[in-house]
């Protein structure tokens, strides 16, 4: 365990050349702060307190232990791009700077670790849309952290070449691939002083890749997307943690993953990783879920995975290793998360920002395979039990119990065969099936209910209603009541697409539904106040009705709720309208 001593990290704003002077007591950990789009460093302020070691990795729980903190007198506070902490514990952070969502994290003694880099995610992304088939992003310094510009790019053996602007921002279009494939390029880079840089990319036909360049001396061999390398029995081990787990709907505030350097682009397995890179939950997903999935694949397929991707680095997160100062590794031995993202995976995760899967009250540790049929082939099969059979998903021996899954009847195995099927995603997402992302969650993960084993996860509610208050008490047939809503959205960013729903019910009576103003809100991170009109039939008889209000996540996007959507909250207020005939008006007037 970690030591129970209660002391705040203290702070230094030390120089690299002046570390020979700190005494050797001192356990300093070397921290950067990034902009997670462009790559630049910012002069963040940072806050840091100490953080009880049973103290879960939560925006609720680190916002506590800061809270308690200043009270106290014992909360931190500086400011620097570059500064060493000298923790002595665990200690919550706080990271900000106007423009950027702060950034939650826990940070504490890495011995095994050259440092650590915290990015921050602009509050708002201004850059421009891409169009597909293009390899679009950034180019910075490491040792200055600032744009490069005049820099030339282009993809080995093409004739195509483009130039980083001032910003360090490049635009290079990619011939365009026959279906949503992927493939291996090398991305060559020539900065005006002559030094050269190659980097090797994974391009999906039909979508665009955004990337983080840092200019360094080396360029990694390996574009790490899970779907171009061969499958080996470290996937998705299991590691030993802390044992706690969150309340269901609260998801980590961020995830530490361990990479194999400073610029947070060479991905690792655990042993072999040396620097600690971290991120709030969402932007964690965006820079990995195109690396685990192919980004032009169907939507659907896309925010089902986001969904499987999101819970397994959570579970990570919640049930960190003691010491070891990162939660996840970075490559396929864990889950694939590099300096890349692209527009279509980026938008599956905004849509499904802050929802996990659960089981047994705790965040589920959500696996997931290329292609779960159990047939075997000429593929990298994994999987030691495929009593299943052609046309099912499972490894009962793994306590995976058999699935129907058609769609992949008389594919070859690929992978552990646990889980979630990616391919078979896709498969589901196309005609004539169509399933959503919802169908898909459930169906690999609980069977629609029918499942056993570990196939018995549901997916966790991320908007709760904290309050709801109709604006009038009395009303008469005819009239629109107006209710105020109280959200609570945990996710780190915006809900864009939920639906505030309503009814009336006089008991024993059926409910009377508005659906003509069922409305469609997003949602920002945190708590907000929202309202939606209810029009009272012309026929409502008088009488005291109970006031309900519900809150959705519109699954098909229609703005209209219905069996697709996915339930989020429901409350009641008993009671709370009392309806009136127009005629007797004394008691529309409010005097009773």
């Not at 200690?91 to 440092?115: K, N």
């Not at 993809?155 to 011939?175: I, K, M, Q, W, Y």
């Not at 539904?513 to 009272?536: E, H, I, K, Y």
Request: charged letters at 20%; hydrophobic letters at 35%.
């Amino acid at each position: 365990m970690v030591s129970t001593r209660r002391k705040a990290a203290r702070v230094l704003l030390v120089p690299a050349l002046a570390l020979a002077g700190v005494g050797t007591g001192s356990a300093l950990e070397q921290v950067t702060v990034r902009d997670a789009v462009r790559g630049i460093g910012i002069e963040a302020t940072l806050e840091i307190a100490p953080l009880p070691d049973d103290a879960l990795p939560t925006a609720g729980a680190l916002a506590e232990a800061l809270a308690r903190a200043r009270r106290d007198g014992r909360m931190q506070r500086r400011q620097g791009m570059r500064l060493y902490l000298d923790v002595e514990g665990r200690s919550a952070v706080r990271v900000g700077h106007p423009g950027y969502r702060d950034l939650l994290a826990v940070i504490e003694p890495a011995p095994a670790l050259t440092g650590w880099t915290l990015w921050l995610q602009p509050q708002d992304d201004d850059s421009l849309p891409a169009p597909p088939d293009t390899l679009h992003g950034h180019v910075v310094d490491p040792d200055t952290l600032q744009p490069m510009a005049g820099v030339r790019l282009r993809l080995a053996g093409r004739d195509e070449e483009t130039v980083s602007d001032g910003d360090g921002h490049f635009v290079l279009p990619f011939p365009a691939m026959d279906g949503p494939a992927l493939r291996r390029e090398r991305l060559v880079a020539i900065a005006p002083d002559g030094r050269r840089l190659e980097r090797a990319v994974a391009l999906a036909g039909g979508s665009d890749l955004r990337l983080l360049l840092d200019f360094t001396a080396h360029g990694d061999e390996d574009p790490g997307h899970r779907h171009l390398q061969p499958f080996d029995s470290r996937w998705q081990k299991p590691e030993p943690g802390r044992g706690g787990m969150a309340p269901a709907a609260e998801p980590p505030a961020s995830v530490r993953v361990g990479y194999a350097d400073a610029s947070c682009s060479t991905i690792c397995c655990t042993n072999a990783c040396t620097h600690a890179c971290v991120y709030d939950l969402e932007t964690y997903v965006q820079r990995g879920l195109n690396d685990e999935w192919i980004a032009s694949w169907n939507t659907q397929s896309l925010r089902a995975g986001s969904i499987a991707y999101r819970s397994y680095g959570a579970w990570h997160a919640l049930n960190p290793v003691p010491g070891r100062g990162f939660d996840i590794c970075s490559s396929a031995c864990c889950q694939v998360n590099d300096a890349d993202t692209s527009a279509s995976t980026d938008l599956a995760v905004a849509r499904t920002a802050g929802l996990m899967l659960e089981r047994n009250g705790a965040v589920f540790r959500s696996e997931y395979s290329a292609e779960n049929n159990c047939l075997l082939g000429s593929m990298s099969c994994s999987n030691g039990d495929l009593s299943c059979g052609d046309g099912y998903a499972g490894s009962p021996a793994a306590n995976w119990p058999c699935l129907a899954d058609p769609v992949s009847t008389g594919q070859a195995c690929f992978g552990h065969g646990r889980g979630m099927s990616q391919w078979g995603t896709q498969r589901w997402s196309q005609a004539p099936y169509a399933r959503t992302w919802r169908w898909q969650v459930d169906h690999y993960y609980n069977n629609h209910g029918n499942g056993d084993g570990l196939r018995t996860a549901t997916m966790t509610r991320v908007l709760l209603l904290e309050g709801l208050r109709p604006r009038q008490r009395t009303r008469v047939p005819g009239d629109t009541l107006v209710i105020t809503y109280e959200a609570r959205n945990l996710a780190a960013t915006t809900h864009a697409q939920a639906l505030l729903g309503a009814s009336l019910r006089r008991p024993p009576g059926g409910y009377v539904d508005d659906p003509d103003n069922d409305t469609a809100v997003a949602l920002p991170s945190g708590p907000s106040w929202t309202q939606r009109p209810f029009v009272l039939p012309a026929s409502l008889p008088p009488g005291r009705y109970d006031v309900y209000g519900s809150l959705y996540i519109d699954v098909d996007e229609n703005g209209a709720i219905s069996s697709t959507d996915l339930a989020q909250a429901l409350v009641q207020l008993t009671g709370a309208l009392r309806v009136v005939d127009p005629s007797d008006l004394i008691f529309y007037d409010g005097l009773q």
